[in-house]
């Protein structure tokens, strides 16, 4: 009966924070390029969809438009408010599952196919 009312209080705890996500995801306000891709990418957890958006609706960065490496180096800097930080701690771990995922062992490097031909022309001549 403990472990039960254990789990309803961290299910509790953990709706409390989504709530506070949420609100604080939708009155946040983007008025510099930076604060664009931290607000798409609270609401899409996905870097394609933050630069088809971003881009769709003009904004630029340095005068260009939005990048992977703009919204990479935005994710991995400093953060500086709740938002920013909650959205870098999502992205760390995507990442890092992603290395866990597909850090078996290294494949065997394939070789140039052209120069097989080649080498294997010249074995020919001999």
Known sequence: MVMVKDQIEKAK????KLQEFVELAESYRPDTPERHII????????????????NKKGILK???EI??????YVL???PKDELHRIIQSWYKR???SNKKQYSGTPK???RNRK?????ALKNDKK
Request: proline letters at 5%.
């Open 13 to 16: 705890e953990e709706i409390r």
């Open 39 to 54: 607000r798409e990418y609270a609401f899409h957890n996905s870097m394609p969809l933050v630069i088809k958006n971003l």
């Open 62 to 64: 340095d005068g260009a």
């Open 67 to 72: 990048i992977k490496k703009d919204v990479i």
């Open 76 to 78: 991995n800097s400093k």
């Open 94 to 96: 995507k990442i890092s």
């Open 108 to 110: 065997k490097p394939r």
């Open 115 to 119: 120069l097989a031909l080649l080498m």
